[in-house]
Nanobody, 124 residues
Framework: QVQLVESGGGLVQAGGSLRLSCAAS????????MGWFRQAPGKEREFVAS????????YYADSVKGRFTISRDNAKNTVYLQMNSLKPEDTAVYYC?????????????????WGQGTQVTVSS
């Protein structure tokens, strides 16, 4: 079965950095657009970033543009999210997701598979 397993979350001070990883199995990784979403307590899940199947195009939410970088390694079936200049408002559970598409999407319901999430906490 398909599994997406996130790692790399933790507690960091404002201004710090974290790198999230998401290892995929049970699917043809290079056939999927990969995305990162996040959900803070009491808020809806929101789009963070996405990357096309071979990494040619990336897309970001305005709130993270210039601070976060999404990348992928199809040989390792892994997608990454490098997060720099972290702010307290970045605190959330971060989820990776896979969408069987050619083009990127920020729409939650277009992603078929989801990981269990990893907690990121940014202290002020």
């Amino acid at each position: 079965q398909v599994q997406l397993v996130e790692s790399g979350g933790g507690l960091v001070q404002a201004g710090g950095s974290l790198r999230l990883s998401c290892a995929a199995s049970g699917l043809t990784f290079s056939s999927y657009v990969m995305g990162w979403f996040r959900q803070a307590p009491g808020k809806e899940r929101e789009f963070v970033a996405s990357i096309t199947r071979h990494g040619g195009s990336t897309y970001y939410a305005d709130s993270v543009k210039g601070r976060f970088t999404i990348s992928r390694d199809n040989a390792k079936n892994t997608v990454y999210l490098q997060m720099n200049s972290l702010k307290p408002e970045d605190t959330a559970v971060y989820y990776c997701a896979a969408a069987p598409r050619y083009s990127s999407t920020f729409k939650f319901n277009e992603y078929d598979y989801w990981g269990q999430g990893t907690q990121v906490t940014v202290s002020s």
